[in-house]
């Protein structure tokens, strides 16, 4: 089954400490992985996606075929960046499969 | 613009009774896909429409079924309702026929089952 695995469901870490959210996929063909994000009392929303190589508020995620991982980073942490991330893709069905999403949690 | 809304905010309902939850797409988007989200997991696909009809569908029993109509609003719909049915129910839109793109989700609604 095409799944998407987030290994952490907490994270805490300083302001202005490097971050990286891991995420793992699987799946055969060519994915196209999402992030998105949740703030406390908001919507979920698109962080970045691959395909588009952007860099949205600092995070860059970089896809690794080779690896199946699709982490998030970001090099100097803020207290705003607190928040769910959840990392996504596409089926072979064309549905979004989540991961079970990671805290984020930056103390000042 | 508006953004995708989903009604209403939070409902408690006892086992056994049918729940029906609403969800009105963000304009001209003609596909919306739900998905439940129980406490401390990620979201998770129930099905997706697309122009009216059911464009597939995840894990669910039968007993979670759904509505789309001409404007492109739906419905979720779950009969003989489960301990396990409480959850939060997002409702996502999206423009053109789904399965690539970013979708754009409702706040949900949070649904408790005594």
């Known amino acids: 089954a095409q799944r998407v695995t987030q290994p952490e469901k907490l994270l805490s870490v300083f302001k202005g400490a490097p971050v990286e959210l891991k995420c793992n996929y699987s799946?055969?063909?060519?994915?196209?992985l999402f992030w998105y994000v949740q703030y406390s009392r908001q919507r979920l929303q698109l962080l970045l996606r691959h395909i588009s190589r952007e860099s949205i508020k600092g995070f860059t995620a970089d896809l690794n075929k080779g690896e199946t991982s699709f982490h998030l980073k970001k090099p100097f942490a803020q207290e705003e960046d607190s928040a769910m991330y959840y990392c996504a893709h596409y089926n072979q069905g064309g549905k979004l499969i989540f991961g079970q999403g990671t805290e984020l949690s930056v103390k000042p | 613009e508006t953004g995708v809304t989903q009604s209403p905010t939070h409902l408690i309902k006892t086992r056994g009774q049918q729940v029906t939850l609403r969800c009105s797409s963000q304009?001209?988007?003609?596909?919306v896909s739900w998905y439940q989200q129980a406490l401390g997991q990620g979201p998770q696909f129930i099905f997706q429409?697309?122009?009216?009809?059911?464009?597939g569908r995840g894990n669910f029993p039968p007993r979670f079924s759904g509505l789309q109509f001409p404007n492109y609003s739906s419905e979720l719909n779950v009969n003989a309702l489960e301990l396990d049915d409480s959850a939060l129910y997002l409702c996502?839109?999206?423009?053109?026929?789904?399965?690539?793109?970013?979708?754009?989700f409702g706040p949900g609604t949070r649904l408790t089952v005594l």
């Open positions: 429409y697309y122009r009216e009809e059911e464009n």
């Open positions: 304009s001209g988007h003609n596909t």
């Open positions: 996502a839109s999206s423009p053109g026929l789904a399965g690539r793109g970013e979708q754009f």
């Open positions: 799946y055969s063909g060519s994915p196209e």
